[in-house]
C-alpha cells in the first residue's frame, strides 16, 4: 500500500531539498514527516516512539549541517526513522526491517547518510569522537556530532567517551536527547541529576563542564526554531560541547506518549484509534519463552529466600519486570550496563545470593570479559539467562544472537544448555539454582513462542551434561540442541510419511557433552546431522565434531545452523529458510544424505 507524503515532504528526497526551505516552513515539514512515520509504522511495523521524539532534532540536524560530509552518529539508532525518510530513502522506506529492504538501524553500507553502523546503545559518542580526532589529523572541516539518549549515557562506554574527548581537543558535538526513557523507565542516579539540572536555572559547573565541554542548556527539543538557532550558534564553537535537549518520546501520537514503553515498538495498529491489532485464537496458544522465564522466577523465589535476579535495562522484554513488581527488593534494573549486570552479579553470589542474570545474547557479547574475568575464574554460581538467542528477525544482523554457544562453551567451568520447550526452560532453571549446582550455568532460549500451551508443569532437576533420546531410527540421527529439536520434530514427521526414519536425540547441554550418549549414536548411526539456532563456527556442531575426531569416528556429518556471514533482517521464517535449517531444508538435506 502506497504511503502519500505531504506536500513539503514529498519534495525533499535530501538534505539539500531540505535546505531550500525557509526557516518558518520547517514546521510543516517537522508535522509531514512525522505524520509519516505514524502512516509508515502503522501499517508495516518497526520501532516508534522513540523517532517521533527527534522529529525537530532530525530536520534541525539536516537543516544545518552539510551532510553526509559531517558524520551524524545516531546512538542506538532506532530513532532513526526520520533520518533515513529525509536521506534519499523515503520512497523505499515501507520496506523497513523486511527482508532484503531498509535495516531497521542505520547501517554504512546502505547509505553514505549513515555515517556509523548501531544497533547497541552507547556507542556514538566514541564514534564521533574517532571522526573528529582523524578530521583534525586530515585537516578537514568536517563536524562529528553524537545524539545520545539519557538511557545509554548511563553505560559506562558513554563516559569513558566523554572522559577523553574532554582532553582529546577535537571538534565534537554531543547532543543529549533526554527523555527520561529508554524502552523501559531510565534508572539510577544519573537520571534524578538531569531531572534536577533540567530544572535549575543555574548550570553553571555541571558534570559536563568539569568534563571540559562546553554545556549548552536546557533547550526544548521539539521547538524547531530554536533548534536551529542554537545548532548554528554551535557550528561555530570549537572544541568538545553538549547540547542537553528535552524531548517526548512518542511526541505528537497521544497513545504513544501515555505509555511510551508499549509503543517502543508496537507492530501494526490502527493510526486513527490507536488500537493494537494482535491475533485473535480459538484454541490455548504456547506462551512467549521470556514469559516463562517472568513466571517461572516468582516460583523459585518463593520457593528459595537466596535468588534474585538483574537485568540491564530489559525489564519488559525479558520479563524480569513481573518479579519486579512483585519483589522490588529482590530484583533490579541496572541500566544499560551489562559489564556491571554480571560483575554485580558475581559480588552476590559471593554473599551466598542466587542469582539469575537475564541479559539478550545480543548485548551479552558486552560484558564477555567479566564473565570470564569475575565469573568463570572464581567458579561463582550464577544463572545467566540469554533471551532472544539465535536468529530473531526483523531487528537484523545487531540483535541476532548468533555466537553465545561458541564464546561459553570454550570458558571452563560454564555449564551451556539450552530448552527445547518450556518444561524444559523450568526444569532448566530449576536446577541452576539448587545447592548443588556450583557452576556458573547459561541457558540460553529464543524470542517469541514454545510449544506447550500447558505449561506450567511440576518442577524436575535435570542431571547436567545429560541428552535424552526422543525416538529411534535407521541409519541417520539428528542431534539437536535447544527449540530447533522441534523443527526437526516436524521434520521427522513428514519424512516418516516417505519411509524415512531417522532417530532424533534432544543434547539440552553443549557443555558437558554428554559423551555416553554420543557413545551410543556414533554406534548405532553412520550419518549424523546436528541443528542448532547458532553459528555453525565454533557452536554445537563443532562440539560434536571435536568428540567424533576425538574419538576417532569418521561418520559422515552435516552441521545445520547460522552460516558464517552476517545475517540481516527479515521474518524468523525467511531468515531460518535462508540459513537452511527450517523443517523444509531439515527434510531436503537429509534426503540428500540418505540418497
Not at 502506497?2 to 508535522?31: M, R, S, T, Y
Not at 542554537?230 to 547540547?243: F, S
Not at 518463593?302 to 530489559?314: K, Y
Not at 531410527?473 to 540442541?481: K, M, V
Request: charged letters at 20%; proline letters at 4%; glycine letters at 8%.
Amino acid at each position: 500500500m502506497e504511503v502519500i507524503a505531504g506536500k513539503f515532504l514529498q519534495n525533499i528526497n535530501n538534505p539539500d531539498d531540505l535546505k531550500k526551505l525557509n526557516q518558518h516552513e520547517l514546521q510543516q515539514v517537522c508535522n509531514e514527516l512525522r505524520q509519516y512515520i505514524i502512516d509508515v509504522v502503522s501499517m508495516y511495523g518497526g520501532h516508534f516512539a522513540a523517532s517521533l521524539g527527534v522529529v525537530e532534532l532530525t530536520v534541525a540536524l539536516h537543516y544545518v549541517y552539510n551532510t553526509p560530509y559531517d558524520n551524524v552518529i545516531w546512538d542506538v539508532g532506532h530513532q532513526a526513522y526520520g533520518h533515513k525518510i529525509l536521506t534519499e530513502r523515503r520512497k523505499i522506506f515501507t520496506t523497513n526491517r523486511k527482508y532484503k529492504g531498509l535495516s531497521g538501524f542505520p547501517k554504512r553500507s546502505e547509505s553514505d547518510y549513515d555515517a556509523f553502523g548501531t544497533g547497541h546503545s552507547s556507542t556514538s559518542i566514541s564514534a564521533a569522537l574517532g571522526m573528529a580526532i582523524a578530521a583534525k589529523y586530515k585537516h578537514e572541516n568536517r563536524k562529528s556530532i553524537a545524539v545520545i539518549g539519557d538511557g545509554s549515557l548511563t553505560a559506562g562506554m558513554a563516559f569513558e567517551a566523554l572522559n577523553h574527548a574532554g582532553v582529546a581537543n577535537a571538534d565534537i558535538l554531543v547532543i543529549l536527547n533526554d527523555n527520561h526513557i529508554s524502552i523501559d523507565p531510565n534508572v539510577g542516579a544519573l537520571q534524578k541529576y538531569l531531572t534536577e539540572l533540567t530544572n535549575s536555572k543555574h548550570t553553571n559547573n555541571n558534570l559536563f563542564e568539569a568534563l571540559n565541554f562546553t554545556y549548552i542548556g536546557v533547550v526544548d527539543g521539539h521547538n524547531i526554531i530554536e533548534m536551529v538557532k542554537t545548532l548554528q550558534e554551535l557550528k561555530n564553537i570549537d572544541g568538545p560541547k553538549l547540547l542537553h535537549i528535552t524531548t517526548v518520546k512518542g511526541k505528537g501520537y497521544a497513545q504513544a506518549e501515555k505509555e511510551q514503553t508499549l509503543w517502543h515498538s508496537p507492530g501494526l495498529f490502527d493510526k486513527i484509534t490507536g488500537e493494537i491489532y494482535k491475533k485473535t485464537y480459538t484454541t490455548p496458544q504456547p506462551p512467549k519463552y521470556q514469559d516463562v522465564f517472568g513466571y517461572t522466577m516468582i516460583e523459585l523465589a518463593e520457593m528459595n529466600d537466596a535468588i534474585m535476579g538483574i537485568t540491564p535495562a530489559m525489564p519488559s522484554g525479558s520479563s524480569l519486570k513481573f518479579m519486579m513488581d512483585k519483589m522490588p527488593h529482590r530484583a533490579f534494573d541496572v541500566g544499560i550496563c551489562e559489564q556491571h549486570a554480571v560483575t554485580l552479579s558475581a559480588g552476590l553470589a559471593t554473599q551466598g545470593i542466587k542469582v539469575f542474570c537475564n541479559i539478550y545474547s545480543t548485548f551479552m557479547q558486552r560484558a564477555y570479559d567479566q564473565v570470564i574475568h569475575d565469573v568463570a575464574i572464581q567458579n561463582l554460581p550464577i544463572t545467566f539467562c540469554l533471551d532472544r538467542a539465535g536468529l530473531v528477525g526483523e531487528d537484523g544482523a545487531t540483535h541476532h544472537g548468533c555466537y553465545d554457544i561458541a564464546f561459553f562453551r570454550c570458558i571452563p567451568n560454564m555449564i551451556v544448555a539450552a530448552p527445547m520447550n518450556e518444561q524444559e526452560l523450568r526444569n532448566l532453571m530449576f536446577t541452576s539454582q539448587l545447592a548443588t549446582t556450583k557452576n556458573p550455568f547459561v541457558i540460553r532460549y529464543p524470542r517469541g513462542e514454545g510449544v506447550m500451551p500447558e505449561w506450567k508443569t511440576p518442577f524436575e532437576e535435570i542431571i547436567i551434561g545429560k541428552g535424552r533420546k526422543l525416538h529411534d531410527g535407521n541409519e541417520i540421527a539428528f542431534l539437536t540442541l535447544g527449540h530447533v529439536g522441534n523443527f526437526v520434530q516436524k521434520a521427522i514427521q513428514q519424512l516418516r510419511e516417505e519411509n524415512i526414519f531417522p532417530a532424533h536425540f534432544d543434547m539440552r547441554f553443549v557443555k558437558p557433552l554428554d559423551e555416553t550418549l554420543l557413545h551410543e549414536v556414533c554406534s548405532k548411526y553412520k550419518k549424523i546431522i546436528t541443528v542448532e539456532d547458532g553459528s555453525v563456527k565454533g557452536g554445537f556442531g563443532s562440539a560434536i565434531t571435536e568428540f567424533m575426531a576425538e574419538h576417532h569416528y569418521t561418520h559422515q556429518i552435516k552441521i545445520l545452523g547460522i552460516p558464517d556471514k552476517v545475517i540481516e533482517q527479515g521474518s524468523l521464517k525467511e531468515l531460518y529458510q535462508e540459513c537452511e535449517y527450517d523443517i523444509q531444508s531439515i527434510q531436503s538435506i537429509t534426503k540428500s544424505m540418505m540418497s
